[in-house]
């Protein structure tokens, strides 16, 4: 464990709109981590102008300075929400390439991956992101390793999901600096019960998600979002849960209130209103994505489903996100 003389200082970097929630438990376990260790960290609130920075909540945050300012060089962490690239230019993402070079530890936290992936400082590494843009993250940046992780440290790259992820983000991190004891300590305090590990995902258990507990079923949701792209045939998804597709169906009738097929297709369709609202892909890119055999295929099902086509819908979810909505959902 590197032993440190002077507090460690952190930086965190806020977009416009970034999520308070992602930032505040990213920071509270430095506080306690101060409260029962000593002095071990600083921690100071950039902006790319200086400027007051709002919260996707509207809570407007004052900053201790600009992030070009001299003495940034890491550990920084970029702060985003769901439009995490409205005010990234070439100036900003050249600085966080500077930082990086430095050495220190580079992190995001919720969308701040997505800046970081703007700027070629994920490329080869692992790395996550909110689960509602994982989807889009995985198709606009295929050079970074993603698997939907709550957290991923590799190497000098520190990401989470946002929300209650940078805590355990930050508590490895601590563990890491000053030993495991200090960190149990800090998770205590906050009614943390346990610290979550490398690995874990950040969506609930189908179970969960979905309120049903048959374990044939809930094997059969599993294959279908993992099988978008190409989606399963229905008699395929009941030969692998070893069920006859009589059973499947009533399955899905029972628990769901739905065909499996027609359930299998809001699945797509969701994934599909993810692309469309987090990515600039094409609708025919999306469609491909989402199992779709055309551009139109996919724009008369999402129209049935959703009351508008894929470019309205992506003209509106910009608009609505764009004022006050906290895109990431945290």
């Not at 709002?54 to 060089?73: H, K, L, T, W």
């Not at 989402?290 to 086509?309: D, N, P, V």
Request: glycine share 10%.
């Amino acid at each position: 464990m590197p032993i440190l003389d002077a507090p460690q200082t952190i930086s965190f970097l806020l977009m416009p709109g970034f999520s308070m929630l992602g930032l505040m438990s990213a920071v509270e376990p430095l506080r306690v981590a101060n409260r029962f260790g000593g002095m071990l960290y600083e921690w100071r609130f950039l902006t790319a102008d200086g400027e007051p920075a709002a919260a996707s909540n509207g809570m407007r945050f004052v900053p201790d300075g600009c992030v070009y300012q001299e003495g940034i060089d890491g550990p920084l962490f970029v702060c985003a929400g769901f439009d995490p690239e409205a005010t990234l230019d070439d100036r900003l993402r050249a600085r966080l390439r500077r930082v990086a070079a430095a050495g220190g530890i580079v992190g995001g936290i919720d969308t701040g991956s997505v800046v970081l992936a703007r700027a070629g400082l994920l490329d080869g590494h692992r790395a996550t992101v909110h689960w509602e843009s994982l989807a889009a993250f995985r198709e606009t940046f295929p050079d970074v390793k993603v698997k939907g992780y709550l957290f991923e440290i590799d190497r000098n790259r520190h990401t989470c999901s946002g929300g209650t992820s940078a805590i355990d983000l930050m508590l490895h991190m601590i563990a890491d600096q000053h030993g495991d004891p200090l960190s149990v300590r800090i998770s205590e305090q906050f009614i943390h019960q346990r610290i979550r590990g490398v690995g874990e995902g950040q969506r609930m258990e189908p179970v969960l998600r979905y309120g049903v507990h048959h374990p044939k079923l809930l094997l059969i949701l599993v294959m279908m979002e993992r099988n978008i792209e190409s989606p399963l045939p229905v008699s395929e998804a009941a030969r692998l849960a070893g069920i006859s597709e009589r059973q499947m169906h009533r399955l899905f009738q029972d628990h769901l209130g739905e065909s499996p097929s027609r359930f299998y297709l809001g699945i797509r369709l969701e994934r599909a209103a993810q692309l469309l609202a987090q990515s600039d892909m094409s609708v025919v890119e999306i469609a491909f994505a989402c199992g779709f055999s055309s551009g139109s295929h996919l724009s008369t099902r999402f129209k049935h489903r959703f009351g508008q086509s894929p470019r309205d819908f992506r003209r509106d979810s910009a608009l609505d996100y764009g004022s006050d909505a906290d895109g990431t959902g945290i």
